[in-house]
């Protein structure tokens, strides 16, 4: 099975790295492409500088981003045809219950506050990831006539 993607969209290296120990200590191979802010994330995901990259399988994105916030990303994902069925997760700080609530107005497929404690936040990222990875189901990456992408997700039953 080829490694999944994850697009993780964060401007502190800390939750970079924490976030990045917990994936490698899973049981899937997980390949992590990380954006500092929402203007790195489009370029990425649009595939631009010249760089083509395999779209994600699951963003994480962070709210509280500099030049163009996560709000703002989000809603630019799910309002492009071609992004929108890309599964994204907030992972976040804040618990503020009008951020949750913008959030699954603009399109977000899960909310999750980050933990300060070094142990709660390992457990969150692996659970995201036994979640998104282990659980649910995600599409297929379709071309524009409805053919199986080279490199998408392999069709799974749910399991790993």
Known sequence: MKALRVLMVEDNPGDVDLTREALEASRTGIELTVARDGVEAMDILRGG?????????????????????????????????????????????????????????????????????????????????????????????RDDVGNRVAGGPAPTSGGR
């Open 49 to 141: 500088g010249g760089v083509s990259r395999p779209r994600p399988d699951l963003i994480l994105l962070d709210l509280n981003l500099p030049r163009k916030g996560g709000r703002e990303t989000l809603a630019e994902i799910k309002g492009d045809e071609d992004l929108r069925y890309i599964p994204v997760v907030i992972l976040t700080s804040s618990d503020a219950e009008r951020d949750i609530a913008e959030s699954y107005a603009l399109g977000a497929n899960c909310y999750v506050t980050k933990s300060g404690d070094l142990r709660a936040f390992r457990r969150v990222v692996s659970a995201v990831d036994g979640f998104w990875f282990g659980v649910v189901k995600l599409p297929e990456k």
